[in-house]
C-alpha cells in the first residue's frame, strides 16, 4: 500500500468536512473504521469512499443506526460483496437505503424489491399550497415526508400544523425526527421534548428524545428517558439497543449487558443481533450502575 493510499483521522475530517464525533458515532456502528497496522491507525482511500457515502445517505434523512442495519444487511444477503458501500449504487428514499444492482432496485432489510416513482409531478403539484387547517397540512406532511426530495416542504407542512395546533404529538414527533436526520438537534430536542410533556406514557416520544439526546452527548438525561422507553414498553427492542450503548458510554458495563441481552431475546436474527452479541459478550468492567 502507497503511502498515498494512508489518510490520517485529521486528515480525513478535513477532507470529508465531518466531525470527530461522527467519526466516532459511524465507527461505533461499524460503518467504517481505521485499519491497524505496526501500532498505526490509518484510513484508505476505499475507507474515504464508504465515509462519503455514508455522510451524503445520513445528510438525505437516513439514519446513522438504519444505514448499519442496512450494511449488515446487505452483508448477509450479497456474501460476495465484501464493502457494499464502494461496490454498490447506494440510494436513498428518505428514511431508507436502496441497494441499485444491474439496474434493479432492492430494500436490503425487507428483501423487496422497489420501483423508481417519478415525483416531479407532484413536486410541481405542491408548489402552490391552498389555505389548509391542521389535519389537511398534516395530510400533506405526511405525504412529502415520504419522498426525499420534498423533504424541506414536509418541515414546513409540520410546521404549519403545530402553527394552527400546537399540541399536535403526532407533528411534533415526525417533525423532530425529520430535523433529528438533517442534524438539527436543538431544533428536534424540542419537539421531542414537548412530545414527551403531551405524552409522558408514550414509550416512543422518551425513545425519541433519549436518543437524540443521546446524539448531542448529554448521557445522563438519554439515560433516563430511555429507561422509561423501555420501562413503559419491555418489548421495545430499538430502545433496549439504545439504552445499552449510553450505558456502554457511561462504563454502566452490567446495566449495558442486561439490555443488550434483552435486545437480543427480543430481535436475536436481526441484522444487529452480531454486535449486540459482541457487546455483551466482550464488556469491560466498570463501575456499577446507581
Given at each position: 500500500?502507497?503511502?498515498?493510499?494512508?489518510?490520517?483521522?485529521?486528515?480525513?475530517?478535513?477532507?470529508?468536512?465531518?466531525?470527530?464525533?461522527?467519526?466516532d458515532y459511524?465507527?461505533?456502528?461499524r460503518?467504517?473504521?481505521?485499519?491497524?497496522r505496526r501500532?498505526e491507525?490509518?484510513?484508505?482511500?476505499r475507507d474515504?469512499?464508504?465515509?462519503?457515502?455514508?455522510?451524503?445517505?445520513?445528510?438525505?434523512?437516513?439514519?446513522?443506526?438504519?444505514?448499519?442495519r442496512?450494511v449488515?444487511?446487505?452483508?448477509?444477503?450479497?456474501?460476495?460483496?465484501?464493502?457494499?458501500?464502494?461496490?454498490?449504487?447506494?440510494?436513498?428514499?428518505?428514511?431508507?437505503?436502496i441497494v441499485?444492482?444491474?439496474?434493479?432496485?432492492?430494500?436490503?432489510?425487507?428483501?423487496?424489491f422497489?420501483?423508481?416513482?417519478d415525483?416531479?409531478?407532484l413536486?410541481?403539484?405542491l408548489?402552490?399550497m391552498p389555505?389548509?387547517?391542521?389535519?389537511?397540512?398534516?395530510?400533506?406532511?405526511?405525504e412529502?415526508?415520504?419522498?426525499?426530495?420534498?423533504r424541506?416542504?414536509a418541515i414546513?407542512a409540520?410546521?404549519?400544523?403545530?402553527?394552527?395546533?400546537p399540541?399536535?404529538?403526532?407533528?411534533?414527533?415526525n417533525?423532530?425526527?425529520?430535523l433529528?436526520?438533517?442534524?438539527?438537534?436543538?431544533?428536534?430536542?424540542?419537539?421531542?421534548?414537548?412530545?414527551?410533556?403531551?405524552?409522558?406514557?408514550?414509550?416512543?416520544?422518551?425513545?425519541?428524545?433519549?436518543?437524540v439526546?443521546?446524539?448531542?452527548?448529554?448521557?445522563?438525561?438519554?439515560?433516563?428517558?430511555?429507561?422509561?422507553?423501555?420501562?413503559?414498553?419491555?418489548?421495545y427492542?430499538?430502545?433496549?439497543?439504545?439504552?445499552?450503548?449510553?450505558c456502554d458510554?457511561?462504563?454502566?458495563?452490567?446495566?449495558?449487558?442486561?439490555?443488550w441481552r434483552?435486545y437480543?431475546?427480543?430481535?436475536?436474527?436481526?441484522p444487529?443481533s452480531?454486535?449486540?452479541?459482541?457487546?455483551s459478550?466482550?464488556q469491560s468492567?466498570?463501575?456499577?450502575s446507581?
Amino acid at each position: 500500500m502507497s503511502v498515498t493510499n494512508r489518510f490520517t483521522r485529521p486528515e480525513v475530517q478535513r477532507i470529508l468536512d465531518v466531525t470527530e464525533k461522527q467519526l466516532d458515532y459511524w465507527e461505533r456502528l461499524r460503518l467504517v473504521g481505521p485499519k491497524r497496522r505496526r501500532g498505526e491507525r490509518f484510513y484508505d482511500f476505499r475507507d474515504l469512499i464508504s465515509l462519503r457515502t455514508t455522510k451524503q445517505l445520513i445528510e438525505q434523512g437516513v439514519p446513522a443506526h438504519r444505514l448499519r442495519r442496512a450494511v449488515v444487511a446487505l452483508q448477509q444477503k450479497l456474501s460476495e460483496v465484501e464493502a457494499p458501500l464502494t461496490q454498490l449504487r447506494v440510494l436513498s428514499n428518505g428514511r431508507d437505503v436502496i441497494v441499485e444492482q444491474n439496474g434493479a432496485r432492492l430494500e436490503p432489510l425487507s428483501g423487496q424489491f422497489v420501483l423508481n416513482f417519478d415525483t416531479r409531478e407532484l413536486h410541481d403539484r405542491l408548489r402552490v399550497m391552498p389555505e389548509r387547517n391542521a389535519d389537511q397540512w398534516l395530510a400533506l406532511a405526511l405525504e412529502l415526508e415520504a419522498d426525499p426530495s420534498t423533504r424541506a416542504e414536509a418541515i414546513d407542512a409540520y410546521r404549519q400544523v403545530l402553527e394552527k395546533n400546537p399540541d399536535r404529538a403526532e407533528a411534533l414527533t415526525n417533525l423532530g425526527a425529520l430535523l433529528y436526520e438533517q442534524a438539527d438537534f436543538d431544533a428536534a430536542v424540542l419537539c421531542f421534548r414537548r412530545a414527551v410533556e403531551l405524552e409522558p406514557q408514550s414509550a416512543l416520544a422518551h425513545y425519541n428524545l433519549g436518543s437524540v439526546l443521546e446524539e448531542i452527548g448529554q448521557l445522563e438525561p438519554a439515560r433516563k428517558h430511555l429507561r422509561e422507553a423501555v420501562r413503559l414498553k419491555p418489548d421495545y427492542a430499538d430502545a433496549h439497543f439504545n439504552l445499552a450503548l449510553v450505558c456502554d458510554e457511561f462504563g454502566f458495563s452490567e446495566e449495558a449487558r442486561q439490555h443488550w441481552r434483552r435486545y437480543l431475546e427480543l430481535d436475536p436474527s436481526g441484522p444487529w443481533s452480531d454486535y449486540a452479541r459482541q457487546r455483551s459478550g466482550t464488556q469491560s468492567r466498570g463501575k456499577p450502575s446507581p
